[in-house]
């Protein structure tokens, strides 16, 4: 089945607790990207990756860091979180225009 | 930079209502345009698009239509069931291949049986 694969779902953490959201494709997709949702915000995008080795910066990278090392595989990390990175994130992938979205991480920063 | 406006609600209808939810966009250049809708604790899923002027996007009973002269994409569907109740994202991504995609603020649309 295709799809995109986000792990964890659920995560409680600390200030300053290095933590990374793992993100999976296996479609074959050379797009990823990173987004986070807000109440009022809608999706925001991260950081985002147009092949393996290529990442560059979305709207609100501030506190984040990317890598693309594969092409199924593109984590986002946090070095040290803080709580106004408390959020829902979203994994996608796409070939073309069309994203295809993983299931979404909560994440709360404590 | 581009951008994407939408009605915020929240809708609330009664079941077979006709259901208009207000997109306009900002951007340079001849951008796609997108519904996404995001079930309860899902993630969003492509509901429709639309790829250039006076294009028609149609999915599972809802419509959109790329209006050029007015930037806008707004998504209608005639009669809404139960099941419709979501949040739904209008956004739009630039002509170039990987370029940002932008979305709306999402509107969360229930609809009462």
């Known amino acids: 089945e295709a799809q995109v694969t986000q792990n964890p779902r659920y995560l409680i953490t600390v200030t300053g607790k290095k933590l990374t959201v793992t993100c999976s494709q296996n479609?074959?997709?050379?797009?990823m990207s990173w987004y986070r949702q807000d109440p009022g915000l809608g999706l925001r995008q991260i950081y985002y990756s147009m092949n393996v080795e290529v990442t560059d910066k979305g709207d609100v990278p501030e506190g984040y860091k990317v890598s693309r090392k594969e092409k199924r595989n593109f984590p986002l990390i946090l070095e040290s979180p803080s709580p106004n990175q408390t959020s829902l994130y979203f994994c996608?992938?796409?070939?073309?225009?069309?994203?295809?979205f993983g299931p979404g991480t909560r994440l709360l920063v404590l | 930079g581009d951008s994407v406006t939408q009605m915020e609600g929240p809708v609330t209808l009664s079941e077979e209502a006709f259901l208009t939810i207000n997109c306009t966009y900002t951007?340079?250049?001849?951008?796609?345009l997108f519904w996404y809708v995001q079930y309860p604790g899902e993630g969003l899923q492509l509901l429709l698009k639309a790829t250039k002027a006076d294009d028609k996007g149609s999915n599972k009973g809802f419509e959109a239509t790329y209006r050029k002269e007015t930037t806008s994409f707004h998504l209608e569907k005639g009669s809404v069931q139960v099941s419709d109740s979501a949040v739904y994202f209008c956004a739009l991504s630039g002509p170039n291949y990987g370029q940002n995609f932008v979305f709306g603020p999402g509107t969360r649309l229930s609809v009462l049986p």
């Open positions: 951007a340079t250049g001849y951008p796609s």
């Open positions: 996608a992938s796409s070939q073309g225009e069309t994203q295809y």
């Open positions: 479609m074959n997709h050379e797009y």
